[in-house]
């Protein structure tokens, strides 16, 4: 079935970038998205991307998409401490996952150290 | 605030036992989805509402099912229940196909 795999944590420090990577499997994804899960509280959406974009940028994000490889990626430019939280990739498309539904990897530990 | 209201928050039962986790989407979404987050399966897709119909059916045990009522609002009703349901459940709702889910907080179910 669709999958959907990421590395489990990144740590970084304050002032630079990180960079989340992500891949997925089902060539008929649609669309692709972040989102954010601080302690705690649900999953916040960040930024999503439809497969005819290459890349998509949003003040500090920009994510980058490579259709030929099935990766996608998240650049947080100027990481501060309060991006410290678990990110989700996900992906979604007309037959992906039941009928469209979203199909998450199990996300990226984000750890800025000051 | 999300939008999406879940309640309760938290919730301690012990085995065997039934409990309904109550959900309310965001003001105008149509469609309903509720996912299981635990350690090591991380996010399982349970099952699907639009306008009160069941759409899609995910990871979802006999033990559980669901339903959306005509005002929107879902519930997910867990039975029987084992240590392993043990697990942060989640709502979601949306309105189209691309501006992804608005999830609310979820409900942190610990089965003793």
């Known amino acids: 079935g669709e999958d959907v795999e990421q590395s489990l944590f990144l740590s970084v420090r304050e002032g630079d970038s990180s960079v989340i990577n992500c891949t997925y499997t089902d060539s008929s994804s649609t669309y692709l998205y972040w989102y954010k899960q601080e302690p705690g509280a649900g999953l916040q959406l960040l930024t999503y991307?439809?497969?005819?974009?290459d890349m998509k940028q949003d003040q500090r994000l920009t994510v980058l998409l490579n259709k030929k490889d099935k990766h996608l990626s998240l650049r947080i430019a100027d990481t501060q401490t309060g991006d410290s939280a678990i990110y989700f990739c996900?992906?979604?498309?007309?037959?992906?996952?039941?009928?469209?539904?979203?199909?998450f990897g199990k996300g990226t530990k984000l750890s800025v150290k000051p | 605030d999300s939008g999406v209201t879940q309640t309760p928050k938290h919730l301690i039962t012990a085995t065997g036992q039934r409990v309904t986790l109550r959900c309310s989407p965001r003001?105008?979404?149509?469609?309903v989805y509720w996912y299981q987050q635990s350690l090591d399966q991380g996010l399982q897709f349970l099952i699907q509402?639009?306008?009160?119909?069941?759409?899609a059916k995910g990871n979802i045990l006999e033990r559980f099912s669901a339903q959306q009522f005509p005002d929107l609002h879902s519930e997910l009703n867990l039975s029987s229940l084992e240590l392993g349901d043990s697990a942060l459940y989640f709502c979601?709702?949306?309105?189209?196909?691309?501006?992804?889910?608005?999830f609310g907080s979820g409900t942190r179910l610990t089965v003793v």
């Open positions: 003001s105008g979404d149509l469609s």
């Open positions: 979601a709702s949306s309105v189209d196909r691309a501006g992804g889910y608005t």
């Open positions: 996900a992906s979604r498309g007309p037959g992906g996952g039941s009928q469209g539904n979203l199909i």
């Open positions: 991307i439809f497969s005819n974009m």
């Open positions: 509402y639009y306008n009160g119909e069941e759409r």
